[in-house]
């Protein structure tokens, strides 16, 4: 039986969380919609964000960059990545990046959907008119090793 739904969800729509870590998340389609076979969303993230140096042991993580540059780093190789640029990182392999432009603006598709409850949970639902929650690291480790999807290797690499 199929499990999936019909998700159709235009520029703007969908769930919006501030991630803890930095960035806003536009839920695109969730392992709900998808049955399971992946999960997806677009992150606006500012200049200087750079995430730990990490691995996700149960899914493949895969962003394309539709607006800035970042600076990424993979298994211990470091390269840029520009508008229109792609990279496919398989579970397990230790990685991380950081925003080099004034924002950038990305599409994440996490295979196979496991790991929402990780980003679900080390994110907040954006209050129109509240203000963005302060970046906290504390609670995205322990996020991590709550949930098993994400593990924390270090800190950012560059």
Not at 3 to 12: D, F, I, K, L, N
Not at 13 to 29: N, P, S, V, Y
Not at 136 to 156: C, K, M, N
Request: proline share 8%; glycine share 10%.
């Amino acid at each position: 039986m199929n499990t999936q739904t019909v998700t159709v969800r235009e520029s703007g729509e969908g769930e919006q969380r501030w991630f803890c870590g930095g960035g806003l998340h536009t839920w695109k389609a969730t392992a709900e919609d998808t049955g399971g076979a992946f999960l997806m969303w677009e992150a606006l993230e500012d200049a200087g964000k750079a995430t730990p140096l990490h691995s996700h042991q149960a899914s493949d993580e895969t962003f394309y960059l539709l607006e800035g540059e970042v600076a990424l780093y993979i298994d211990g190789e470091q390269r840029s990545v520009h508008v229109g640029g792609v990279a496919v990182i398989p579970r397990g392999v230790p990685h991380a990046f950081k925003v080099t432009s004034p924002r950038a603006r990305m599409l994440w598709l996490h295979t196979p959907g496991n790991s929402e409850a990780f980003y679900r949970q080390a994110s907040d639902p954006v209050v129109p008119g509240e203000p963005r929650p302060p970046i906290d690291f504390d609670r995205i480790r322990a996020v991590a090793e709550a949930t098993g999807a994400t593990e924390i290797l270090g800190p950012p690499p560059f």
